[in-house]
T-cell receptor, first 109, second 113 residues
Framework: KNEVEQSPQNLTAQEGEFITINCSYSVGISALHWLQQHPGGGIVSLFM???GKKKHGRLIATINIQEKHSSLHITASHPRDSAVYIC???????????FGTGTRLKVLA | GAVVSQHPSRVICKSGTSVKIECRSL??????MFWYRQFPKKSLMLMAT?????????EQGVEKDKFLINHASLTLSTLTVTSAHPEDSSFYIC?????????FGPGTRLTVT
């Protein structure tokens, strides 16, 4: 079992839909990142969280430290949101990052 | 917010040649830089950790003579892939840490022909 699990692995949505991507982890962490990877590879850091909730435009990220769970929400999804979304946690013991395998999102016009 | 850049974003090289990838922290000093590799449809794997002015620490299974890492200053780290082979084709990502904050670069796509 991976230390960082994301669900779903693949997601297809219609433009305008509300999207949720989940990340569960089994280690103690000091930080969690949500990354966006576009086709062609370029990585964009969306959020870094250690507690609570952050919002940036149409994106919202939440984390529940007790439940070892984080969610990334996209409101009013758009085809340009199509990408792979990666959850990465920093292990509080080793200070190394552990990455999920990503959620591939496709938003149809 | 803090920015980490990588150069080049894409590179194609011939087998047997060496290629250098640069990672820069643009508006902060990075005490530690990390290099990751992403295999197709896999999660990112840590290759090595480097601290400014000292030798890099490589993860198990990563050949230090093949993947040369230099952390010459608090804002620059380089990864040189020596004697490149098609199996080295991959996506390489650097990350820079300052204090408790860590930021990821956009990545470099290496294709070895």
């Amino acid at each position: 079992k991976n230390e960082v699990e994301q669900s779903p692995q693949n997601l297809t949505a219609q433009e305008g839909e509300f999207i949720t991507i989940n990340c569960s982890y089994s280690v103690g962490i000091s930080a969690l990142h949500w990354l966006q990877q576009h086709p062609g590879g370029g990585i964009v850091s969306l959020f870094m969280l250690s507690s609570g909730k952050k919002k940036h435009g149409r994106l919202i990220a939440t984390i529940n430290i007790q439940e070892k769970h984080s969610s990334l929400h996209i409101t009013a999804s758009h085809p340009r949101d199509s990408a792979v979304y990666i959850c990465a946690v920093r292990d509080s013991g080793t200070y190394k990052y552990i990455f999920g395998t990503g959620t591939r999102l496709k938003v149809l016009a | 917010g803090a920015v980490v850049s990588q150069h080049p974003s894409r590179v194609i090289c011939k087998s047997g040649t060496s290629v250098k990838i640069e990672c820069r922290s643009l508006d902060f000093q990075a005490t530690t830089m990390f290099w990751y590799r992403q295999f197709p449809k896999k999660s990112l794997m840590l290759m090595a950790t480097s601290n400014e002015g000292s030798k890099a620490t490589y993860e198990q299974g990563v050949e230090k003579d093949k993947f040369l890492i230099n952390h010459a200053s608090l804002t620059l780290s380089t990864l040189t892939v020596t004697s490149a082979h098609p199996e080295d084709s991959s996506f390489y990502i650097c990350s820079a840490r300052t204090g408790h904050e860590q930021y990821f670069g956009p990545g470099t796509r290496l294709t070895v022909t």
